[in-house]
T-cell receptor, first 109, second 114 residues
Framework: KNEVEQSPQNLTAQEGEFITINCSYS?????LHWLQQHPGGGIVSLFM???GKKKHGRLIATINIQEKHSSLHITASHPRDSAVYIC???????????FGKGTKLSVKP | NAGVTQTPKFRVLKTGQSMTLLCAQD?????MYWYRQDPGMGLRLIHY???????AKGEVPDGYNVSRLKKQNFLLGLESAAPSQTSVYFC?????????????FGDGTRLSIL
């Protein structure tokens, strides 16, 4: 079974700062998911990537398949970015995901 | 665009009571999942379904049952609720088993067992 580790567990930043959240996994995969969970809310998919880098607005996700590592970056952070960010990898042929414990981000104005 | 809808959003039960959580998706997805989210842990798979009429156990299935009588609905049942089942439950769906398929999540059901 794949093990997913995220760091840091908690992160507090000032508005405008550059944020990096890291994810590592133990078994090779074909794609990795980054998800966002707002307080009291549901979970939304941010990125699904299998190589290189993807960008959506101020969010950038990178993955290094050989090193089994991915990073999520937020440029010019804003209080509305405050959420839990979750990394997940495929769990097998049943299509489920195996999740990291999440990184709780708080951006102060 | 409803996506994945979970009902109810909140529920408080007494130990020993039963209830059913409903998940409905309008995307014609084959694969559906029930996860639970507990403090300090990643989401864990309870049960899943790869199509209408099929269900299978996940990582933490004990104390739960599921049914998928219609493709769009996936029901999670607690026959005799226990305090250890206090959790936030998420339903998710995806088109296929390929790891390149995005997962769509509901808003969650917050369940407290007293």
């Amino acid at each position: 079974k794949n093990e997913v580790e995220q760091s840091p567990q908690n992160l507090t930043a000032q508005e405008g700062e550059f944020i990096t959240i890291n994810c590592s996994y133990s078994v090779g995969i074909s794609a990795l998911h980054w998800l966002q969970q707002h307080p009291g809310g549901g979970i939304v998919s941010l990125f699904m990537l299998s190589s290189g880098k993807k960008k959506h607005g101020r969010l950038i996700a990178t993955i290094n398949i050989q090193e089994k590592h991915s990073s999520l970056h937020i440029t010019a952070s804003h209080p509305r970015d405050s959420a839990v960010y979750i990394c997940a990898v495929p769990g097998g042929s049943q299509g489920n995901l195996i999740f990291g414990k999440g990184t709780k981000l708080s951006v102060k104005p | 665009n409803a996506g994945v809808t979970q009902t109810p959003k909140f529920r408080v039960l007494k130990t020993g009571q039963s209830m059913t959580l409903l998940c409905a998706q309008d995307m014609n997805h084959e694969y559906m999942y029930w996860y639970r989210q507990d403090p300090g842990m990643g989401l864990r798979l309870i049960h899943y379904s790869v199509g209408e009429g099929t269900t299978a156990k996940g990582e933490v299935p004990d104390g739960y049952n599921v049914s998928r009588l219609k493709k769009q609905n996936f029901l999670l049942g607690l026959e005799s609720a226990a305090p250890s089942q206090t959790s936030v439950y998420f339903c998710a769906s995806t088109r296929g088993w390929s790891s390149n398929q995005p997962q769509h999540f509901g808003d969650g059901t917050r369940l407290s067992i007293l």
